[in-house]
């Protein structure tokens, strides 16, 4: 990446291109002062973020694509409190927690008055370091010393606790462990969000959410005689780490150490020798895939039984011969299959380009043959990407999603069963790679909550307080729905059927009426904003069909038109047979606070005397239940609509004299 800081104050941003040269990634500028210029600039170590400063004092740290993730003011330490601090040099510490900030203090004039320094600190999600299930799942950040997972609930709109910093788990790294091996470097969550491991300088230390105890090891000999390389991740109840043993000649290696047991390199650890230092790794199932400096990506075969772990080579692919450079891949992961043992893809994050590499041998017996690696062959899934993950789903006939962040937008390509039985790399390349899924988050996305059908981030536009920790743990966690976005996507290809089998599985969460509001309302304002739509290409009836399984279906209808314009309620009510039968409908199954919000939907599109005859049975069965606060509801109803509506007034007249009598 380059950034090139330009004097108008935009900011462009370069990526390098596959066949060498640049392209133009982004074009950025201050939305926060139009009369700015671009004073300093300085990349994260690892190239993930960039810190932008300019003339008007402010700090702008954006990610590798421009997407904006704090901005802060820089207040005057002079006695001239009218002096701007304008940055003229940015420096991330190690582990980019961490932004030194120098800048001359200038008058209105433009003139130097003094200098001064400021230390911004930072947080960073453990997903930007190691791309693995466990931190795809949860929310984790860490700074210089501290780790902050959180296990807090996720609403539709965001977090709803009042006190936010109560659902954050706060472990303190070990000063043993952090004061010789700063600055942290790699974290991983366990699948099960109870078990985190670090990496720093050297070493590895793991972590208890139930015991909130650390394990390190016995000494710090052993603790300085492997530096991880590559990543960490966890495998059922061991920690793998891809590392450098510098006491067997900084030989590479892939180590496992039992969870239950105290961390030892003396003690029974099985290890896997590499040829070339790795650059990513990660695990799915039982297949581990390491890929190496060399550019050969090795794949393993672990087999467990209890502490007892054994790990067996499968085979090797060349991914130089497809084109990868490995000191820039970013994360290395498997492309969903079940021909994955005969005929493995795998998803590859280069630079800022996801490519689907797959293997173009046969299999493991043409590897044995000669020992030599398989050649691959690469296609290009986004040539704009943050990052990407994998995750498993596994409601009715969906079987995994492949997520990735342009930096704007989050795109999925959803893996059914079927596709999973074909190979998995279906929906991530050729046409069906143009249809995949897009959601536009309001933050910065940092999990996927499969589970929920969520992406989850960070409000960031509070301000920081002085200690970082404090401050984040103030920041609310923001939940984007998706759930209505997958369900639009099936139902658009005609797949009804695993529509509804994916719904069902969401139906228990609080929110998932609110999400079926969001399907029909952004497919009714889709289909009235075409000009000409094909009746059997419509999906609002397919909407409706998927709506009327489930028992909040009369609420979702109503709820969703009385946010919709008048002039798309004909379009609406067409599909459950107009608003009169609707409303009976209402009627028949006992919802009467929902027929009684249909009211003004029945006085809008209905004749006189068919609002007459449904008000006049609504009252009738709200008096036979004795609700008084839904007849009086109607009564209200009936008086303000009284004002406009002649036959309205006619008709409460009449019920006005029938109760003097």
Not at 209 to 214: C, P, Q
Not at 355 to 366: C, I, K, L, S, W
Not at 514 to 523: G, I, K, S, T
Not at 544 to 549: A, I, S, V
Request: charged letters at 20%; proline letters at 4%; one cysteine or more.
């Amino acid at each position: 990446m380059l950034a090139v800081g330009m004097a108008t104050g935009e900011v462009i941003l370069y990526a390098a291109a596959a066949g060498g040269g640049l392209e133009l990634v982004a074009r950025l500028a201050l939305g926060h002062n139009g009369d700015a210029q671009a004073t300093a600039l300085a990349w994260t170590p690892d190239g993930s973020a960039l810190a932008c400063g300019y003339s008007t004092g402010h700090v702008v740290v954006r990610s590798a694509l421009g997407y904006e993730l704090n901005t802060t003011r820089l207040a005057s330490q002079h006695a001239r409190e009218y002096l701007v601090p304008a940055p003229v040099f940015l420096a991330w510490a190690p582990g980019a927690t961490r932004l030194y900030v120098f800048s001359d203090c200038v008058d209105a004039a433009g003139t130097a008055c003094g200098q001064q320094g400021d230390v911004l600190p930072f947080a960073r999600a453990a997903l930007g370091t190691v791309v693995c299930e466990g931190n795809a799942r949860r929310i984790c950040l860490f700074s210089d010393e501290k780790v902050l997972l959180y296990l807090g609930g996720l609403e539709a709109h965001g977090a709803a606790s009042l006190q936010p910093e109560l659902q954050w788990h706060s472990a303190h790294i070990p000063p043993g462990y952090i004061g010789t091996n700063w600055p942290i470097r790699c974290v991983a969550v366990d699948d099960s969000g109870q078990h985190i491991a670090v990496a720093g300088r050297r070493g590895v230390a793991h972590y208890s959410v139930a015991t909130f105890r650390w394990r390190m090891f016995r000494s710090q000999q052993q603790e300085a005689s492997f530096t991880c390389v590559g990543g960490l991740l966890w495998y059922q109840e061991h920690l793998v780490v891809a590392c450098v043993n510098h006491e067997c000649g900084d030989t590479p290696q892939v180590m496992f150490f039992p969870r239950s047991r105290p961390l030892d390199t003396a003690g029974n650890v099985q290890t896997v020798v590499l040829e070339a230092p790795a650059v990513a790794m990660s695990c799915h199932n039982s297949t581990l895939l390491v890929l190496c400096r060399n550019a050969v990506l090795h794949q393993y075969a672990i087999f467990d039984d209890m502490d007892f772990i054994q790990v067996s080579f499968r085979r090797a692919v060349d991914l130089g011969s497809a084109g990868i450079d490995p000191l820039r891949v970013r994360s290395l992961q498997w492309a969903p299959s079940a021909q994955f043992e005969h005929r493995p893809a795998f998803l590859v994050h280069e630079g800022t380009t996801l490519h689907v590499v797959e293997e173009q041998a046969a299999g493991t017996a043409a590897v044995a043959a000669d020992g030599q690696p398989s050649p691959a062959r690469a296609s290009v899934v986004s040539a704009c990407v943050e990052f990407a993950v994998t995750t498993g789903v596994n409601f009715g006939n969906m079987h995994s999603m492949v997520w990735w962040f342009t930096g704007r937008e989050l795109h999925a390509a959803l893996v059914s069963l079927e596709d999973f039985m074909d190979g998995g790399t279906g929906p991530l390349t050729g046409p069906a790679r143009q249809q995949a899924m897009q959601v536009r988050p309001e933050f910065y996305p940092v999990a996927i909550s499969a589970d929920r059908g969520m992406a989850v981030g960070l409000d960031q536009d509070g301000v920081l307080e002085e200690h970082v920790m404090v401050g984040l743990a103030r920041l609310p966690v923001r939940a984007k729905l998706y759930l209505h976005s997958v369900l639009d996507r099936l139902l658009s290809g005609r797949a009804e059927q695993d529509a509804l089998m994916h719904a069902a599985c969401f139906e228990h969460l609080e929110f998932f009426a609110h999400a079926m509001e969001m399907l029909l309302h952004d497919v009714l304002e889709r289909e009235a904003d075409a000009e000409e739509r094909a009746a059997d290409a419509a999906v609002l009836p397919r909407v409706f069909r998927l709506l009327e399984h489930f028992a909040p279906f009369h609420e979702i209808v109503v709820h969703c038109a009385r946010k919709t314009e008048a002039a798309l309620w004909p379009r609406l009510f067409a599909c459950v047979g107009g608003p009169a039968r609707f409303f009976r409908q209402c009627l028949a199954a006992g919802r009467l606070e929902t027929a009684t919000q249909c009211l003004i939907i029945l006085q809008t599109l209905e004749s006189a005397a068919v609002c007459e005859a449904g008000v006049l049975a609504l009252l009738a069965r709200a008096v036979d239940a004795q609700n008084a606060r839904l007849t009086t509801d109607i009564l209200r109803f009936l008086s303000i609509a009284a004002e406009s509506d002649d036959a309205v007034r006619r008709l409460l007249a009449r019920l006005r004299c029938s109760s003097a009598a």
